[in-house]
Nanobody, 128 residues
Framework: QVSLLESGGDSVDAGGSLRLSCVAS????????MGWFRQAAEKEREAVAD????????RYSDSAKGRFTISRDNDRSTLYLQMNNLKPEDSGLYFC?????????????????????WGQGTQVTVVS
């Protein structure tokens, strides 16, 4: 029933920008923390950013900080990730995910471990 559908991935030149979207359905999007995660080929899945239900609490990985912006539109049940100044090391399959905890708070740490619902991912490839 829960569905998360990512879009916006593409192949871009280093230094370029992409805007990823994740449309959610099947749950009350506006009361759940959401996050973006990525997995490069042959690498472990890692966190990029997460955001509380009301957008008040936001965390970024060190690599994303200053270049990426996570946001959400609760009226549209959509999560976004604006990615600027992309680097080849940003390449990977990008997932959005929802945390099942109620109250809108995010997990204690910025990590994929505690997230419960996942999309299938959208591919981002940054080329030099």
């Amino acid at each position: 029933q829960v569905s998360l559908l990512e879009s916006g991935g593409d192949s871009v030149d280093a230094g370029g920008s992409l805007r990823l979207s994740c449309v959610a359905s099947g749950f009350y999007f506006n009361v759940h923390c959401m996050g973006w995660f990525r997995q490069a080929a042959e690498k472990e899945r890692e966190a990029v950013a997460d955001i509380s239900n009301d957008g008040q609490r936001i965390r970024y990985s060190d690599s994303a900080k200053g270049r990426f912006t996570i946001s959400r539109d609760n009226d549209r049940s959509t999560l976004y990730l604006q990615m600027n100044n992309l680097k080849p090391e940003d390449s990977g399959l990008y997932f959005c995910a929802a945390y099942r905890g109620y109250g809108g708070y995010c997990p204690p740490t910025l990590s994929p471990t505690r997230y419960n619902y996942w999309g299938q991912g959208t591919q981002v490839t940054v080329v030099s």
